[in-house]
């Protein structure tokens, strides 16, 4: 397993981390990532710590809690192989302070999330979204004192936009608190939004992407074929809920393109989904998830090879998109105002 510097750290992590997600199935929107129970947990964790995938990421709020109970659950007396991340955020309860980033939710939740996980820390710790209502300054303050008392390690941010990122950044330069090292976003090879904003402040600022649904909410498995209806797997079972709407001509040709590399090399659709976004800057981290064996063991098949100049040329020209103002206008400025990837 190759391991990535995450973001401008000292943190080492493996280039996949198994997201737990599909533990626990607790309410109607979850069970349809999946129903993991301790017990089939804890053999999915024996086979990603075997192949040196030793980071595991859940959220205070999957399966209203469980997600963090039954990997707490399932790493009993293998905490000490282990690299934690959870995150905290959106709504947790019915009072008026059980969201946001107060310093008030934000205790609560890292304590919460620490007697789940049956932890004393937690190696990184996100924020879920970017809470405007709260000062970035009462937010980041509240973190570094966390990390201070030991019950986090490191700090990150998800789903915020570029702005939100660099602000807080500067905020944290300005006071001298902790800064977000992580950012943990949508990208895939049918979702290159990451690309225009966010990638080159990650570059800039030294702050490395931890990928969530990298296989575009399952329209990358390669259960889906032009003229087919998908008849298994998360978007038959109406897992894609909240995922972004991609057009058929779209995506059949970013499809179309895989197919050609995967008769080339002899490797699976989604594979060669997850070894493309592996090659793309700021990219430390890839954030897996399965509902079982068969389908963990098919992505850990993304790592210990690498696609070609010539494959990845065919991927980024079958997915490239005009992007929203200003960033086409920019494409014409490259000689002061180079791009990390080509749009």
Not at 40 to 54: F, H, K, Q, W
Not at 75 to 93: E, N, P, V
Not at 147 to 165: E, P, V
Not at 243 to 272: C, H, M, N, R, W
Request: hydrophobic share 40%.
């Amino acid at each position: 397993m190759e391991y990535r510097q995450l973001g401008r750290s000292g943190l080492k992590v493996p280039i996949l981390s198994f997201g737990t997600g599909t533990f626990g199935g607790a309410n109607a929107f979850f069970e349809r990532w999946g129903t993991t129970d301790v017990e089939e947990a804890r053999r999915l964790i024996g086979i990603c710590l075997d192949a040196g995938v030793t980071l595991f990421d859940t959220a205070d709020i999957y399966s209203q809690g469980a997600s963090e109970e039954i990997l707490g659950a399932a790493l009993k007396g293998k905490r000490d192989q282990a690299l934690l991340s959870t995150k905290a955020t959106f709504r947790k309860g019915d009072g008026p302070n059980d969201v946001g980033s107060s310093r008030f939710h934000l205790i609560r939740s890292v304590e919460a999330s620490l007697k789940r996980l049956q932890t004393d820390h937690i190696d990184l710790y996100f924020m879920h979204g970017f809470d405007a209502l709260t000062p970035v300054e009462e937010t980041l303050r509240a973190l570094d004192d966390l990390i201070r008392a030991g019950k986090i390690g490191y700090i990150g941010a998800s789903n915020f936009s570029g702005w939100q990122l660099m602000k807080s950044l500067a905020k944290s330069d300005q006071y001298g608190l902790a800064r977000y090292v992580a950012y943990q976003g949508y990208y895939s090879l049918i979702g290159r939004d990451y690309e225009h904003e966010l990638m080159p402040l990650g570059i800039d600022q030294g702050v490395g992407l931890m990928v969530w649904s990298p296989l575009g909410w399952g329209r990358l498995t390669g259960k889906i074929r032009r003229g087919q209806p998908a008849a298994e797997g998360r978007i038959a079972g109406g897992g894609a809920e909240g995922g972004p709407e991609v057009e058929d001509d779209y995506l059949f040709g970013a499809i179309d393109a895989l197919d050609k590399v995967a008769a080339e090399t002899g490797k699976s659709v989604s594979q060669i989904a997850l070894a493309w976004l592996l090659t793309r800057p700021t990219v430390a981290n890839i954030v897996i998830g399965a509902r079982n064996e068969e389908q963990l063991r098919q992505n850990l098949g993304a790592v210990g090879w690498t696609l070609s100049p010539e494959h990845v040329d065919l991927l980024d020209d079958a997915s490239r998109r005009t992007p929203a103002y200003p960033y086409w206008h920019q494409k014409d400025f490259d000689e002061r105002n180079p791009k990390p990837t080509r749009w």
